[in-house]
């Protein structure tokens, strides 16, 4: 058994989500951690001079909860070829019965962290321009919503800080142009997934 930890990271509103959610269903044996899930509650979050919450960061973060459940998976997988459409499923993409276990994981800030850095096999990074970032965003209600003056003051620094502090991190990362459609990278991705996966398994043992 093996198992293969894929990354999508990117700029907020990329389309991370709508990405991962749809590898996560035609991959074989796939489970997902999205990194939303370990905000820290509101009440925790600092506060800059200007008012902002500053959720962009990785403080914001329980990244110690979301790693202990990414070594949980990887130590024992969840999913397991526990259908016949599963093991179908598994032998069209790979061609064979071997066992690999794929765990996605989403989020905007995943590189950044050195832990999680580490565990990834592939890396990928969804890019969007500053416009169409601040039009897709400005559709989403978060919880808290954004206040004012939020993209400018918070969002779009905190995303070029970041992203400078990961190139720093690693150089391993597969950027994806996020403007296409969103069939285009699915297609894009899931080839190049393949392609990972039939690697490892004709250069590995079980
Ligand atoms: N390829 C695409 N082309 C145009 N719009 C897209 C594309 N992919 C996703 N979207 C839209 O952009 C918005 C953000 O998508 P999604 O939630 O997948 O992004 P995200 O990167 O996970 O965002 P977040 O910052 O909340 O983590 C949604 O309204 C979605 O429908
Ligand atoms: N999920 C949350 O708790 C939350 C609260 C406020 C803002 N956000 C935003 O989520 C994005 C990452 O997906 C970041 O850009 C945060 O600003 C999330």
Request: charged share 25%; glycine share 6%.
């Amino acid at each position: 058994m093996k198992t293969f930890v894929i990354g999508i990271g990117g700029v907020t509103n990329g389309g991370k989500t709508t990405l991962a959610k749809r590898l996560h269903t035609e991959l074989p044996n796939c489970s997902m951690i999205s990194q939303d899930d370990y905000f820290k509650p509101d009440s925790e979050v600092a506060v800059d001079e200007n008012g902002f919450k500053q959720y962009d960061v990785l403080d914001a973060l329980n990244m110690e909860v979301m790693m202990a459940r990414v070594y949980s998976w990887i130590k024992q997988p969840r999913n397991t070829l526990n259908s016949t459409e599963e093991y179908e499923k598994s032998q069209n993409i790979l061609g064979t019965k071997d066992d690999i276990h794929v765990l996605i994981v989403e989020g905007f800030l995943l590189y950044n962290y050195r832990p999680l850095n580490d565990v990834f096999n592939r890396r990928y990074f969804l890019t969007v321009p500053y416009e169409e970032c601040k039009r897709r965003r400005s559709t989403r209600v978060y919880v808290p919503p954004d206040p004012p003056g939020y993209f400018d003051g918070h969002v779009w620094p905190m995303y070029l800080k970041n992203t400078q502090d990961m190139e720093d991190i690693t150089k391993d990362i597969v950027y994806i142009d996020g403007t296409k459609s969103e069939n285009d990278i699915y297609s894009h991705v899931y080839s190049d997934v393949k392609e990972a996966l039939s690697g490892l398994q004709s250069t590995t043992t079980s």
